[in-house]
């Protein structure tokens, strides 16, 4: 099974987050996949992306069978309504 370790990169060094593995002074072969920065997506690019996914997901009609009162009370039946 293979255990993922979590570390900050900084120049060339790791400095380990969480768990710590047990290396010793071996030299170890790693693996360092660099996720996109999500800031450098610009606001308008993103309004855009998302706006082209609500379009899709309207046009789909996946929310056709869910009656939005009985939903809202489900969600909210936990919490006393004052007054009420």
């Known amino acids: 099974m293979l255990k993922t370790f979590r570390a900050w990169l900084k120049g060339s060094r790791l400095e380990w987050i969480d768990d710590v593995p047990t290396l010793g002074e ?4 790693v ?3 660099l996720l996109e920065n999500e800031s450098v997506i610009d606001k308008q690019t993103r309004g855009q992306r998302m706006a082209e996914i609500l379009e899709k997901l309207a046009g789909s009609q996946a929310f056709t069978d869910v009656d939005p009162v009985i939903w ?3 969600t ?3 919490r006393s309504l004052p007054g009420r």
């Open 76 to 78: 909210r039946q936990d």
């Open 31 to 33: 693996h360092v996949t």
């Open 72 to 74: 809202q009370q489900e």
């Open 26 to 29: 071996q030299q170890i072969p």
